[in-house]
């Protein structure tokens, strides 16, 4: 039997990278997939390549009416949610001495104030025992210079996940949370570098910051999404699922 069988997933920036990878995987596994995103063309794009009658819908998470927009939509095509991945960020770098109010705002308002009420707003639309997982990041516990308020807010979503378990539990919903490390995805090109800057961050980050030696890919941090939104770990609440080559813990 399909690991997420007859289950409604629901996945805030699924329109590209581990986002998408994660819904591929759902709906191979019997989930019906709702994404989210803000750009249109790459939303119907990732929606073609989900298949399995997935649904795309256009939301802004910095945006509390887009997010009651969305969980609406959802609730009227597919019906009660199963499965919550609370994904859509950004990744903010700039030096402390340069880091702008306007840049504060932004990774604040969709990295930690999105994924609060992702969650919040949600809570008419989800099932009891529904499965809710924030995606951090490693950098949570790390110190990378020029991230530290990125890092402060994946921090952030990994203590909702403590708080939220608590309140939730007597409905039997948990919330988890998966921290990738560096993972190979289309973050790096849009950066604005160019390939071979691209190519020559990635071969430093794998020789000098990484244990295992590569970057992850995104099929790789999949698999540990369907792992805690499936059965598989029902017994697992308010923790974190670390998938970093060993960056966060050797």
């Not at 597919?78 to 306007?102: C, H, R, S, Y």
């Not at 025992?129 to 990994?158: C, D, L, M, P, Q």
Request: glycine share 8%; hydrophobic share 45%.
């Amino acid at each position: 039997m399909k690991k997420l069988e007859n289950k409604v997933a629901v996945i805030t920036g699924g329109n590209s990278g581990i986002g998408l990878a994660t819904a591929i995987l759902f709906a191979e596994q019997g989930a019906e997939v709702a994404i989210t995103g803000r750009n249109q063309s790459s939303l119907k794009s990732a929606a073609e390549t989900i298949g399995e009658g997935a649904i795309s819908i256009i939301s802004d998470v910095s945006d509390l009416n887009s997010i009651k927009n969305a969980y609406q939509e959802v609730s009227a095509k597919l019906g009660q949610i199963d499965v919550l991945v609370v994904n859509a960020g950004v990744d903010t770098a700039a030096p402390l001495a340069d880091f702008t109010e306007e840049l504060f705002d932004q990774v604040s308002n969709i990295n930690f104030k999105g994924a609060f009420f992702s969650v919040q707003l949600a809570l008419p639309y989800l099932n009891d025992g529904a499965s809710v997982i924030f995606t951090s990041s490693a950098t949570n516990e790390k110190s990378f210079s020029t991230y530290s308020a990125y890092a402060a807010t994946k921090a952030a979503v990994r203590s909702l996940a403590r708080s939220f378990s608590t309140e939730l539990l007597d409905r039997n919903i948990r919330v988890n949370v998966l921290s990738p490390g560096a993972i190979d995805t289309p973050l790096y090109e849009r950066s604005g570098a160019s390939k071979e800057q691209v190519a020559g961050i990635k071969d430093y980050m794998a020789a000098n910051m990484i244990p295992m030696k590569r970057l992850g890919t995104s099929e790789e941090i999949a698999e540990g999404f369907l792992y805690l939104a499936s059965d598989a770990s029902k017994y697992m609440v308010g923790a974190e699922l670390v998938l970093d080559g060993g960056v966060k813990t050797l």
